[in-house]
């Protein structure tokens, strides 16, 4: 089975800190994706990567940035936490070949306070 | 752009009853169609998906048939039980490997 495991499940930071959220995947996939959930808004995708050290912005990149330097791993770095960045956040990955699915971790809480 | 447009809920049900919650979608080509679940306090899980027109996913009872006529995949369910309780996203991938979901139908099953 497919595995997309998250650092936390919940976390609690103060304004102004840099968080760090981690995603590992280990099925081997060339695709990753970090998505923020916010009810009544569904899910937005923030980053994803489709190969090692390689990142492509998504809708809503501001005040985030990520780091994949290796093919599993892709962290989601919030570079000064704001009350505003409070979400539910939401890992996935999937193959490069067309037509297959994304594989989502179990997400990480963000309370910032 | 591409889009995904699924049914507006919270969809409250008694168990047996008949599901469907409607999705329709935007896409130029031919996307490849899917339907996630999330249970309360979890990440997505892939409940069902379609890669071409007339394809039919099933999974756990449910059911979803690619239209590409009316650009629709609608979920059903014959009889919903209350295990079925969940939030139901519809989504796409299309063919520049971009992944576009709908904003989610809450189901709530009641004894």
């Known amino acids: 089975d497919v595995k997309v495991t998250q650092s936390s499940r919940y976390l609690v930071k103060r304004t102004g800190e840099k968080v760090f959220l981690e995603c590992v995947q280990d099925?081997?996939?060339?695709?990753m994706f970090w998505y923020r959930q916010d009810p009544g808004l569904g899910l937005r995708l923030i980053y994803f990567?489709?190969?090692?050290?390689?990142?492509e912005k998504g809708d809503i990149p501001e005040g985030y940035s990520v780091s994949r330097e290796k093919k599993e791993r892709f962290s989601l770095i919030l570079e000064s936490a704001s009350t505003n960045q409070t979400s539910m956040y939401l890992c996935?990955?999937?193959?490069?070949?067309?037509?297959?699915?994304?594989?989502f971790g179990p997400g990480t809480r963000l309370t910032v306070t | 752009g591409d889009s995904v447009t699924q049914m507006e809920g919270p969809v409250t049900l008694s168990e047996e009853a008949f599901l469907t919650i409607n999705c329709t979608y935007t896409?130029?080509?031919?996307?490849?169609l899917f339907w996630y679940v999330q249970y309360p306090g979890e990440g997505l899980q892939l409940l069902l998906k379609?890669?071409?027109?007339?394809d039919k996913g099933s999974n756990k009872g449910f059911e979803a048939t690619y239209r590409k006529e009316t650009t629709s995949f609608h979920l059903e369910k014959g009889s919903v039980q209350v295990s079925d309780s969940a939030v139901y996203f519809c989504?796409?991938?299309?063919?520049?490997?971009?992944?576009?979901f709908g904003t989610g139908t809450s189901l709530t099953v009641i004894p």
């Open positions: 996935a990955s999937s193959l490069l070949l067309s037509g297959t699915e994304q594989y």
């Open positions: 099925m081997d996939h060339e695709n």
């Open positions: 990567s489709y190969d090692v050290k390689m990142k």
């Open positions: 896409a130029t080509g031919y996307p490849s």
């Open positions: 379609a890669t071409k027109a007339d």
């Open positions: 989504a796409l991938r299309n063919t520049g490997n971009q992944f576009y």
